[in-house]
């Protein structure tokens, strides 16, 4: 079918045959055709107001440090608006990469060189970069499975084949790796979120990753270590990161989405010189540069030591929190064959229902005014039916339980 040229107005107000109104969907590349899906149908029922809101990995907006971006942003337009307001460079402002640079120094013991370094405009844009950066049709990338959808459709959408790894309490298998590796498989890539995965809230144990990094240097794959939670861990001391262990063999991307505020759109990347130079001109035909205004005034907010205060009210929050999520669970779902990981950090709380269709549960649960994501989302080809992902970071303490018990529920009803 051609596409009309003529629009008719009725069909802009949508009073006539919805497909007729839709002349492009068949000129759409094949690489975005049909991508919608069940989970952004079940994501935009979230936001409907009334609805105790388990979906959508959000901080938490009662945290947000509304007076001193009040008080910095009125200095930088002050003081510094020619930076501020202007074009950045593409890897970044350069105080602003310094500033990173000592902060991996302090946090992760390593400080990367300065061509080593770039700025992102957040996670998702680093892993684009990435993408565009080393991926041609066909290339395999492997990911832990489940694993975070937006970074599975971010190397789909470049036409990567995408093959899942499986994933346990202790973080990647990595001797399901190494079989594959074994068999015959090439990736270019590992896609892996060490510390307080999405969607399972798993967290990769100090031995399997000194394995990892030395069996993915072996076969010449490049780890991508995303790092969006790690900050937010509820123990003291985190385990090493994977760039840390091998920076030659990992390039790390991290979010300041998660500890600052998503609005910002900012986040880095930190591994091999001629990879970080390779997402520098990949982003010079996307996006060109992260915005300066949000680069400045997220160096001005760690310079003046508000940073690390915003990190450790963030944890408390979360790890309250997850502690009700996980005492609701157990109150509601104790008596039955449920199953739910036990958060240490991040944001979620990934469930078992045994023999319950969760999709299925997803429309239940929305009756119920109750949101969460189905597992088979997370899943590279599908096929999971009795996961379901739980965010406990922007659900008031008071509605946990409530929200808990409308779902088990809407699950005893489904299971019949
Ligand atoms: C593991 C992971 N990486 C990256 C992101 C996206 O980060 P950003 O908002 O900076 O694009 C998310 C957000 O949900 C995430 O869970």
Redesign the pocket.
């Known amino acids: 079918m051609h596409p009309t040229l003529s629009v008719d107005p009725a069909a802009a107000v949508g009073s006539v045959d919805a497909a007729a109104a839709r002349p492009w969907d068949d000129r759409l590349a094949r690489r975005t055709r049909g991508r919608d899906g069940t989970l952004s149908a079940i994501l935009a029922l979230a936001n409907v107001s009334g609805v105790i809101n388990f979906s959508g990995?959000f901080p938490d907006h009662s945290i947000f440090p509304t007076e001193a971006l009040h008080r910095l942003t009125d200095k930088l337009l002050h003081d510094d608006a020619a930076v501020a307001l202007q074009y950045a460079p593409s890897e970044g402002i350069a105080s602003t990469r310094e500033l990173l640079r000592d902060q991996l120094a302090r946090t992760q013991g390593i400080r990367p060189a300065e061509s080593e370094l770039m700025i992102t405009s957040?996670?998702?844009?680093a892993i684009t970069l990435i993408a565009k950066s080393m991926l041609d049709p066909g290339d395999t990338v492997l990911v832990e499975q489940p694993s975070?959808v937006?970074?599975v459709t971010g190397f789909a959408t470049f036409d990567a084949r995408v093959v899942g790894v499986p994933i346990d309490e202790q973080g990647l298998d990595v001797e399901a790796l190494a079989r594959l590796l074994a068999s015959g498989e090439r990736p270019k890539v590992l896609y892996v979120?060490p510390d307080h995965q999405?969607p399972t809230g798993w967290t990769l144990i100090e031995e399997r990753r000194r394995a990892l990094v030395e069996i993915c240097r072996r076969h010449g794959v490049l780890i991508v270590e995303?790092v969006?939670y790690r900050e937010l861990g509820f123990a003291e001391s985190p385990a090493p990161s994977l760039w840390s262990l091998a920076p030659d063999t990992v390039v790390q991307i991290g979010?300041f989405?998660k500890t600052f505020f998503?609005g910002v759109r900012l986040?880095w990347a930190a591994g091999p010189a001629e990879v970080v130079e390779q997402m520098v001109f990949a982003k010079q035909n996307s996006d060109q540069c992260a915005g300066a205004l949000g680069q400045r005034l997220l160096e001005e907010f760690v310079r003046g030591g508000y940073y690390d205060d915003q990190v450790a009210g963030a944890r408390r929050l979360y790890r309250r929190r997850a502690a009700v999520m996980t005492e609701a669970l157990t109150a509601s779902f104790g008596d039955s064959r449920a199953t739910w990981s036990e958060p240490d950090g991040g944001f979620f709380c990934w469930v078992r229902l045994p023999g319950v269709d969760t999709v299925e549960l997803a429309a239940r649960a929305r009756d119920a005014h109750v949101a969460f994501v189905p597992g088979a989302g997370f899943f590279v080809g599908g096929g999971d039916t009795e996961h379901l992902r739980l965010s406990y970071s922007r659900v008031a303490d008071a509605d946990i339980p409530e929200g808990i018990s409308r779902l088990a529920a809407a699950a005893r009803l489904a299971s019949g």
Do not use: K, V
Not at 122 to 125: E, T
């Open positions: 990995g957040g996670g998702i844009d975070y937006g970074a979120i999405n995303d969006a979010t989405s998503p986040g």
